[in-house]
């Protein structure tokens, strides 16, 4: 039995169980249960806390089948396994080296009986980083037939205490500056609102990105976010982008949280524009309505962006539009946090004349007057408490020129394509457009979508134009 087993703990943490708990405290105490050592948690989380992002802890464990109860209903068999951090405003596990015999199923839900739970999606190398449940308890079954028993196998690894957020929503209220995509300011922007999506990194951490269309127009999932954002080849499989989790109504209602995507490869990085391409290992279902975002990587000597807008989740709350009106001005090696413990990104710098960005806008995408995407965030001094900032996204036409992994994803043709048109998600994908013109492109995430690594700092500016440096005087993202 594994030594994090609190059996002792039982009857006072029975005591916190909710009033709405619709399962039998008797049933429950029939199941064996583990629980996260406090001290541990507690520390974990006071480091946590100062990281922009960072919404939950992994604590390490190592439990199998053994650790678990079984018991019989009819010719299935069932076997389950408690799990409890004290504290937590949500909870969530990886599970690895899954075997479930044909028949059988694996969820993963809360013990008051009253929210949905989640089903593990047969992922073909066993691994599964579940989605958070609310609340300090969840509960992992199987469901399997009897027959199946002995080639069940799992083993649970971490468990992840979410110390932020209500519900299982992960996230704390953005800023009143913010608008609701719901909201009129968005209704030119819903093909950009259905590419933007809250990445969830190893469980812990958000950032946002995009949904990008290639050359090839085959519908391959592939999403542009920041490179600060810290998805690497060891950690992408971890990553989960939620689809439409905005409100239906502007400046009310909560959005949904059921439309996910989990596991994701690391495509390719430009450190030079603060960018990083991945792609899901499926596509979003046609339910979710999600659409292909265009892209703009022409040189910036052939333009600026007038005017536009970006698509984001600040704080991981729900999607909202920030827009602006004014010309972006290109700026090279922009500072983005401290000088010991931030980098540089080539961006494109623009002001909002509604909403502003916030920790966990991150890694959304900058879309120009014509609907195409040309950065993703990396950082900036914009907020409600300063909405004349300035913020600064990684420019895709410098992504796409500094990685031929970014370039020949988004670009398999191989045509020069340096502007592409959007698509949407119905199977039969109609035919893109070129828009022309320039050498090498990149596709920039559509929609600012929650982030992960944004700091408030000081941020300086060098322009391409003028090589002058500017102070800019609070907030920058670093990692």
Known sequence: MNPLRAALLLACLFATLPAAASQDTRQLD????????????????????????????????????ADGAWTTDGDHAVWQLRLFSADARQ???????????????????????????????????????????PGAWGLLTATLPVAGRDTFALTVTTVFHAFVGEGASMAK????????????????????????V??????????????????????????LTANHCGITAGNARSTTALFNFERDTCGSGVGRLSDTVEGADLVGTAVEADTALIVLRSRPPAAFG???????????????????????????????????????????????????????????????????????????????????????????TASCSNLDGEDYFGRLERAFSTSSAI?????????????????????????????GGGGGGLSLLAGL???????????????????ATARVPRRARST
């Open 30 to 65: 029939a199941i064996p249960m583990v629980a996260t050592d406090a001290a541990s948690v507690s520390a974990a989380v006071a480091i946590a806390r100062d990281i922009p992002r960072r919404f939950a802890v992994p604590q390490p464990l190592t439990l199998d089948v």
């Open 91 to 133: 909870l969530a596990v990886a599970v690895s080296d899954i075997r479930l015999p044909d028949g059988g199923r694996l969820s993963w839900q809360p013990i008051d009986g009253g929210t949905p739970g989640h089903d593990f999606p047969d992922h073909a190398d066993g691994l599964w980083w579940s989605p958070f449940v």
């Open 173 to 196: 209220a953005a800023g009143s500056c913010n608008v609701d995509v719901a909201c009129p300011q968005a209704n030119a922007w819903r093909l950009q609102q259905a590419a933007t």
């Open 198 to 223: 809250r990445l969830t990194i190893a469980n812990t951490a958000l950032c946002s990105g995009t949904l990008v269309s290639n050359t090839a127009n085959n519908g391959r999932p592939l999403i």
């Open 290 to 380: 999600a659409r292909y975002s265009g892209w703009n990587a022409r040189p910036t000597s052939q333009g600026a962006p007038q005017s536009g807008a970006a698509l984001h989740h600040p704080d991981g709350d729900v999607k909202k539009i920030s827009l602006y009106g004014t010309p972006a001005r290109a700026v090279d090696n922009v500072q983005i946090g401290g000088l010991l413990g931030g980098f540089q990104s080539d961006a494109w710098g623009v002001r909002w004349t509604q909403g502003t960005t916030e920790q966990g806008s991150s890694g959304g995408g900058l879309f120009d007057q014509s609907g195409l995407l040309v950065g993703v965030l990396s950082g900036g």
């Open 407 to 435: 370039a020949n994803a988004l670009d398999p043709v191989g045509n020069g394509t340096a502007r592409l048109s959007s698509t949407s998600n119905d199977g039969g994908l109609p035919a893109l457009s070129d828009g």
């Open 449 to 467: 979508a929650a982030g992960l690594w944004w700091r408030r700092r000081r941020a300086v500016a060098a322009t391409t134009a003028t090589s």
